[in-house]
């Protein structure tokens, strides 16, 4: 069964950077495309970016210019490199894909990590 899981949240104080990691338990993390999200607190899910097995890379507003999303398909890894971070960035971040090689609609995505929390905070 397809399982992803995320790492590298951790505090970090606003204007610093984390990169947060996603991959799959099956190791079929190439043949997919990924999208990140984030919740904060008392807010709803929010889409952060997607990017998919042939290249297809879209950002939210919000991460525009301060973040970007990567992979390495032999490490069966997808990147989110978080710059510049704000304390409206705080959050629980999770990835989570639709096994399809394209960037799928928001209803599409039907695998999802447990996800890992971030916080800017000074």
């Known amino acids: 069964q397809l399982q992803l899981v995320e790492s590298g949240g951790g505090l970090v104080q606003p204007g610093g950077s984390l990169r947060l990691s996603c991959a799959a338990s099956d190791g079929t993390l190439g043949d997919y495309a990924i999208g990140w999200f984030r919740q904060a607190a008392g807010k709803e899910r929010e889409g952060v970016s997607c990017?998919?097995?042939?290249?297809?890379?879209v950002y939210a507003n919000s991460a525009k210019g301060r973040f970007s999303i990567s992979r390495d398909n032999a490490k069966n890894t997808v990147y989110l490199q978080m710059n510049s971070l704000k304390l409206e960035d705080t959050a629980v971040y999770s990835c989570?894909?639709?096994?399809?090689?394209?960037?799928?609609?928001?209803?599409?995505?039907?695998?999802w990590g447990q996800g890992t929390q971030v916080t800017v905070s000074s």
């Open positions: 989570a894909t639709g096994r399809g090689r394209q960037c799928p609609s928001r209803t599409e995505y039907d695998y």
């Open positions: 990017i998919g097995a042939e290249g297809q890379i």
